[in-house]
């Protein structure tokens, strides 16, 4: 029997496809680039910042590959969705799609409107058990968000988790204010990791280790957070309901392979 959710997998594949080259790619650009310490003031005129500067910004095949992972993923959703419509010989299932809302109030007008309208009640009911909207699954929610925001600056190089380490650090001057070292996109740009901030002139001699890693920017619900992790935590939420809606479509005597 033909499996009439064949084309959500294959889409989930090539996103698993993507996440792969991202994380060598990510890899390579890390371990090949050189970078240079530098101290910049802050806007404040008290404080400075710390950064490693990399001598070149991040490839533009990584964003790419996280691109069409996360576009993939969405078009697994909403081939998912399309693909019920046809096996409940619903009216132009190329019309219908995944029910992503902005929030909880607003799913139930969106799961009956046209982008699901014609399906089976209980299939409606699935849907919203994954709760696609904001404030419900984030990471759901994010892969919406995602495919819908400027792709300009969507991800960052950061320094990773437990990254930042100071084999030693000492200062012979009065410090009024902490040694703030941080971690994450503060400041960051697109060659550029903070790493600590200080008062302005401070006298400190250290030495910095940081694991780099890459970020997504200013993208809410997952801002900051780790790519890779996160892409791969997407397309388990995404293979779950695949499953779960061809399951759900055997279990109503529909025609869907198993």
Sequence with gaps: MTDRFEDSRMRIAWA????????RCAYRFFQRTPYAVVTEPDTDGIH?????????NLPAVLTEHTVSAIENLRSALDLTASNVARLS???????????FSKTRADFKSRINSSACKPLPAQIKML???????????????????????????????????????FPSLETSDIVRKPIIIMEGIQGCTENEVV????????????????AFGVAFGKIKP???????????????IATRIVDESQVKCHNLGLAAAL
Aim: glycine fraction near 8%; charge should be positive; aromatic fraction near 12%.
């Design 48 to 56: 400075e910042f710390h950064k490693l500067r990399l001598a070149k």
């Design 127 to 165: 849907f919203e058990c994954f709760k696609p909207y904001g404030g419900g699954d984030n990471l759901l929610w994010a892969i919406n968000e995602l495919c819908n925001t400027s792709k300009h600056r969507l991800i960052l190089p950061v320094a990773t988790k437990s990254g930042v380490n």
């Design 16 to 23: 698993k496809k993507d996440i792969a080259k991202f994380e």
């Design 89 to 99: 010989k619903a009216p132009n299932p190329g019309d219908i799609h995944f029910p």
């Design 222 to 236: 997952i801002e900051g957070a780790d790519v890779f992790p996160i892409i791969s935590e997407m397309v388990k």
């Design 195 to 210: 790493f600590a901030k200080t008062q302005i002139g401070l006298k400190w001699k250290y030495r910095v280790q940081i």
